[in-house]
Nanobody, 115 residues
Framework: QVQLVESGGGLVQPGGSLRLSCAVS????????MGWYRQAPGKERELVAS???????TYTNSVKGRFTISRDNIRETVYLHMNSLKPEDTAVYYC?????????WGQGTQVTVSS
């Protein structure tokens, strides 16, 4: 079956860094666009960053210059490198795989930015 397993979340101080990983299995990873979403308490889930099957990234404005999305088609893993973290980055981060109408989600990993 399809599995997207996130890891790397945790508690970090403002200004710190984290790297999230999403290991994917059960799909042809290379042809899927991959994305990282986040959902803070009381807010809607939002797209943070995405990367096409060709490796072209896009970012929401609030993370541009601080976050970097990348993918490893050999390891079938997508990463989100997060630098200069702010308290407003606190959320559950979800990995997403999408092609046409087919979309799959991971279970989420908590990121908390607090002193």
């Amino acid at each position: 079956q399809v599995q997207l397993v996130e890891s790397g979340g945790g508690l970090v101080q403002p200004g710190g860094s984290l790297r999230l990983s999403c290991a994917v299995s059960g799909i042809n990873f290379r042809i899927f666009a991959m994305g990282w979403y986040r959902q803070a308490p009381g807010k809607e889930r939002e797209l943070v960053a995405s990367i096409t099957e060709a490796g072209i990234p896009t970012y929401t404005n609030s993370v541009k210059g601080r976050f970097t999305i990348s993918r490893d088609n050999i390891r079938e893993t997508v990463y989100l490198h997060m630098n200069s973290l702010k308290p407003e980055d606190t959320a559950v981060y979800y990995c997403n795989a999408q092609i046409f109408q087919n979309t799959y989600w991971g279970q989420g990993t908590q990121v908390t930015v607090s002193s």
